[in-house]
Structure formats: structure tokens, C-alpha cells
């Protein structure tokens, strides 16, 4: 995983990886674990670089959070937020590793339409900043919102490719998916 994030690839997971007992502010700071440029023990002993290093990075977890609308929470145990707001704060902390790669598996899981508004318009910042997402979602609403090119598996065998209005129109997609009407006319 380690190497991976090295590579510039981060990924958020269906449920939450948080660290409940820790500030929203500490599990972004987490992030930035690839970061550190002072080793183990000079952080330990709280040396001056190593003390400067880490201002440094919690300056950078707090433009994270900024980043997310999530500062005004910085202080609130993890365990604390609401589902949506813990879904955004995996994203905060995947965002913490720079990545040029992000995986999204379900983001919108189990948000309501709100909520889920709110994650269509971090995702869409987030691939602004060029930033290259693969989503992994069952929402066709927002997979028709966020992507500019989607594959289509059913039990995981491919059964589609092509743009969102290719897939919309698609028979197999629509049938395994969709349902016999397709998408609702509000879906995109």
C-alpha cells in the first residue's frame, strides 16, 4: 500500500476507514504520512525540524479540510459526524497523499440526496484539480453526472463502454441496471 501511495494512487474504501477515536484534523494529518521528511526518532524526541515539519503538515491537513468545507469541523471526533461528512473526510485523507490517481469505491453509499449532491460537487473540484478518478459506483445518478467515460460490468463481466449518453441507451445496460424504463429523467 505503502509503494502504491508512492506512485500517486489513493483510494477510499465502501465503508470507513477513519480513526474514530481522532480528530477530523488528525485523520487528514495521518495522511500525509508519506510525506514526513524526519525520521522516527527525531519525531519522537521532538526535535526543532521535526517539530517544524509537523506545523507544516497540519497547515496542509487544514487546507485539506478547507478544501472539503470540512475546517469548521477540524475539531470533532470522527466518530462524531454524520455518515456523509465521514464519507467526505475518507477523501480528505486520501487527498492528503497528492495523489495524481484516485479510486472512489461507492462514495455515495448510503447518503441521502443531499449528502449526495454535496459528494457529486467534491468529486467534480477534485477532477478539476486534475486529478484522475475511478469510480466504482452503483448510483447511476451520479455515475451520469461525474464521468466522462463509463464501463458497464454485470456480474463482473463488461458489458458496456462508451459515454453517458451511449450507456443510457444502451439495452443490456438498461435492462441490468437501469430497469426497463431507463434512466428516471431527473437521473441526468
Given amino acids: 500500500a505503502h509503494h502504491v501511495a508512492q506512485l500517486g494512487i489513493s483510494r477510499t474504501f465502501q465503508s470507513s476507514t477513519l480513526f474514530m477515536k481522532l480528530t ?6 495521518t495522511g500525509f504520512h508519506l510525506s514526513y521528511r524526519t525520521n522516527f526518532l527525531k519525531r519522537i524526541l521532538h526535535s526543532p525540524s ?6 507544516t503538515l497540519r497547515h496542509k491537513a487544514l487546507e485539506v479540510l478547507k478544501f472539503t468545507g470540512m475546517a469548521s469541523m477540524k475539531d470533532e471526533l470522527a466518530a462524531n459526524l454524520p455518515h456523509g461528512y ?7 485523507m486520501a487527498l492528503a497523499t497528492n495523489p ?6 461507492e462514495p455515495a453509499t448510503g447518503m441521502n440526496p443531499s449528502e449526495t449532491e454535496t459528494m457529486i460537487g467534491l468529486i467534480r473540484q477534485i477532477r478539476d484539480r ?12 451520479v455515475v451520469m453526472d461525474l464521468c466522462d ?6 456480474f463482473g463481466q463488461k458489458i458496456a463502454e462508451g459515454l453517458p449518453e451511449e450507456i443510457k441507451q444502451n439495452h443490456a445496460v438498461v435492462e441490468a441496471y437501469l430497469g426497463k424504463e431507463g434512466v428516471p429523467t431527473n437521473a441526468a
Avoid at 477530523?24 to 494529518?29: H, K, R, W
Avoid at 521535526?50 to 506545523?55: A, D, I, P, T
Avoid at 467515460?149 to 454485470?154: D, H, T
Fill in 24 to 29: 477530523v484534523l488528525d485523520n487528514v494529518f
Fill in 149 to 154: 467515460r463509463i464501463v458497464v460490468l454485470n
Fill in 100 to 105: 495524481k490517481l484516485l479510486m472512489l469505491d
Fill in 130 to 141: 486534475g486529478v484522475t478518478i475511478i469510480l466504482v459506483e452503483h448510483d447511476m445518478k
Fill in 86 to 92: 465521514q464519507r467526505i473526510l475518507g477523501i480528505a
Fill in 50 to 55: 521535526s517539530v517544524k515539519e509537523e506545523r
